[in-house]
């Protein structure tokens, strides 16, 4: 498998436009996670799916962000309109119920808002 | 308030050396723990996971340790190799069947030849 995938891995972007991650979970896994990393927070829950229906998005700093999974294969994380603060990496990660919750991350977006 | 804590914030050792990180948390209920590895640029490995009954478990030369009273572990780092350097991430789940995960803020890890 070549697990998770993640597009795309750089993004700059300048303040006020749209900014649209994506991300392909492991073939089979039914939960798919969105995380932010920053060094002064450190790795952050945004919001997870369990088979493509969002259980918990209490992570979600705010109205700006959206995110969806249309089906078992896909996920967008959406940031409309973009602040130079939404700066960090953002990983996806998926898992599979019953593995003792391992969670297996993509390579991350690294976002640059100027 | 749910939190986890990790020392030292970096740490330099040589190589053939061994090393142990720490993490503190203070997120109740408890259900597990693990340890993570993230090289520069790269999404977190999983190392190990713990549960409540556990009070060892080991990767290879990776040993981490946890003590459920005192609401610690550390990781051991046995032989260190380049390959070792990296962030290490102690991350608390509080609720058994749930994801929400508590992560520190990591152990950054440096190995010189």
């Known amino acids: 498998d070549a697990g998770v995938i993640q597009s795309p891995r750089h993004e700059v972007t300048e303040m006020g436009q749209e900014v649209t991650l994506r991300c392909k979970p492991i073939?089979?896994?039914?939960?798919l996670f969105w995380y932010r990393q920053t060094m002064m927070r450190g790795l952050e829950l945004l919001i997870y799916?369990?088979?493509?229906?969002?259980?918990?998005d209490s992570g979600m700093p705010e109205d700006r962000f959206s995110a969806k999974m249309p089906n078992a294969s896909f996920s967008t994380l959406k940031i409309q309109p973009s602040e130079p603060r939404d700066s960090a990496v953002y990983f996806c990660?998926?898992?599979?119920?019953?593995?003792?919750?391992?969670?297996?991350f993509g390579p991350g977006t690294r976002l640059t808002v100027t | 308030k749910n939190q986890v804590e990790q020392s030292p914030q970096s740490l330099i050792i040589l190589e053939g050396k061994n090393c142990t990180l720490q993490?503190?948390?203070?997120?109740?209920?408890?259900?597990?723990l693990r340890w993570y590895k993230q090289d520069t640029g790269r999404g977190p490995v999983s190392l190990t996971i713990?549960?409540?009954?556990?009070n060892t478990k080991s990767n290879g030369r990776y040993t981490a340790t946890l003590d459920a009273d005192t609401k610690q572990s550390s990781l051991h780092i046995t032989a260190s190799q380049l390959s070792d350097s990296a962030s290490y991430i102690c991350?608390?789940?509080?609720?058994?069947?749930?994801?929400?995960?508590?992560f520190g803020t990591g152990t950054r890890l440096k190995v010189l030849a």
């Open positions: 990660a998926s898992s599979l119920r019953g593995s003792s919750y391992e969670q297996y």
């Open positions: 073939s089979g896994h039914d939960y």
């Open positions: 799916f369990n088979n493509n229906v969002p259980i918990d």
């Open positions: 993490c503190n948390y203070t997120v109740s209920p408890f259900s597990n």
């Open positions: 713990m549960t409540f009954s556990e």
């Open positions: 991350v608390v789940s509080g609720d058994s069947g749930t994801y929400k995960y508590i």
